[in-house]
């Protein structure tokens, strides 16, 4: 079994800056992705951005782009750095994991964190 816990949610300002932590435990073999999803209520869940461990794909949201950054900060842990934030950024933020490449579909998914809940203020 494998545990995700996020961290680094919060309130911000438009133009402001976060940097979200996905911490992974557990089970973890082979090559493996990580992703973030983020989901206001009442709408689907919405690909951010995506890191293959083994490799070198990154992929993002056309909403991010330019704006959010992934990265592998060491073994079991990635962060998505948000900078330019704006009132539209605003949602529960989710990590997720799966086994090979990485992928912007979250049906591939098969391992969530609980979210952390972000809010930029206009």
């Known amino acids: 079994q494998v545990q995700l816990v996020e961290s680094g949610g919060g309130l911000v300002q438009a133009g402001g800056s976060l940097r979200l932590s996905c911490a992974a435990s557990g089970r973890i073999f082979g090559s493996y992705a990580m992703g973030w999803f983020r989901q206001v209520p009442g709408k689907d869940r919405e690909f951010v951005a995506a890191?293959?461990?083994?490799?070198?794909?990154i992929y993002y949201g056309d909403s991010v782009k330019g704006r959010f950054t992934i990265s592998r900060d060491n073994a079991n842990t990635a962060s998505l750095q948000m900078n330019s934030l704006k009132p539209e950024d605003t949602a529960a933020y989710y990590c997720a994991l799966k086994s090979g490449r990485a992928s912007r579909d979250r049906d591939d998914y098969d391992y969530w964190g609980q979210g952390t809940q972000v809010t930029v203020s206009s």
């Open positions: 890191i293959w461990w083994s490799g070198d794909s």
